[in-house]
């Protein structure tokens, strides 16, 4: 079992930045291949990064490319996201989620998810 608990969801201005963590319980973390998926409002939660347990291979939704960045800190079982040059559409609710398989990550087949944390971009 893995319990995630993400962090540093806030109201941001269009173009800002922003850091989202995620923090995982026990010890098999680095088990894990990780993903971040967001839900906006009326719309189902889609893919947004993966990162294999190494954390040397990331791959991205297209709609993020270039503008955010999934890395992780085994040592310190967290996972992080960097978001940059946001956007209003960038509004969501953020999920971290941990899966056997980082190859199907862009799929939504996790493992564990955890509750989420809300990013509001304003113009």
């Known amino acids: 079992q893995v319990e995630l608990v993400e962090s540093g969801g806030d109201l941001v201005q269009v173009g800002g930045s922003l850091r989202l963590s995620c923090v995982a319980s026990?010890?098999?973390?680095?088990?894990?291949?990780m993903g971040w998926f967001r839900q906006a409002p009326g719309k189902e939660r889609a893919f947004v990064a993966a990162?294999?347990?190494?954390?040397?291979?990331?791959y991205y939704a297209d709609s993020v490319k270039g503008r955010f960045t999934a890395a992780r800190d085994n040592a310190k079982n967290t996972l992080y996201l960097q978001m940059n040059s946001l956007k209003p559409e960038d509004t969501a609710v953020y999920y971290c989620?941990?899966?056997?398989?980082?190859?199907?990550?862009?799929?939504?087949?996790?493992?564990?998810w955890g509750k989420g944390t809300l990013v509001t971009v304003s113009s």
């Open positions: 026990g010890r098999t973390f680095s088990r894990y291949a």
């Open positions: 989620a941990a899966s056997n398989s980082f190859a199907t990550i862009s799929r939504g087949e996790m493992n564990f």
């Open positions: 990162i294999e347990w190494s954390g040397f291979s990331t």
